[in-house]
């Protein structure tokens, strides 16, 4: 992918911070930000939060990794995209049951359908599910 956008989930996100996370994908991805714009569901925030600190309580996040990584996030093009709680209840919960996912994570996906978008995640479970809807991954 060249310029245009996509959908980020939360596993790239983190592979940024968690040393052992770390992948030539996951940065692969960060630098597409300079051309790319990323949409993320509105659990994204959260998501992104909570993981932070249950990194940081595990030890598996300094304290200089993590103000990097909360300093890059507030810096780069990631729109978040809100979505209303009808379609959240009866859509994502639906794609989330068929696709064996967790309701966080199909947002992801359905988010990405609704665009018409390619996903970047490193999630196994998630990129499968992307496959078998054949919305198109960042990520091999």
């Not at 068929?98 to 309701?103: I, K, N, R, T």
Request: with cysteine; aromatic share 4%.
């Amino acid at each position: 992918m060249s310029t245009g956008a996509f959908v980020l989930d939360n596993s790239v996100v983190m592979a940024w911070g968690l040393r052992e996370e770390r992948t030539d994908e996951a940065h692969r991805i960060m630098r597409m930000l300079g051309q790319a714009k990323a949409l993320v569901p509105a659990v994204w925030p959260l998501e992104f939060a909570n993981a932070m600190l249950v990194a940081e309580r595990r030890k598996r996040l300094s304290d200089a990794d993590a103000a990097w990584l909360r300093e890059s996030i507030l810096c780069l093009p990631i729109s978040v995209v809100t979505e209303t709680t009808p379609h959240v209840v009866t859509t994502v919960l639906s794609l989330a049951r068929v696709q064996g996912l967790s309701v966080y994570d199909a947002s992801y996906l359905d988010l990405a359908m609704r665009e018409g978008l390619p996903l970047a995640t490193l999630d196994d479970r998630l990129r499968s599910a992307a496959q078998a809807c054949s919305v198109p991954l960042l990520v091999e």
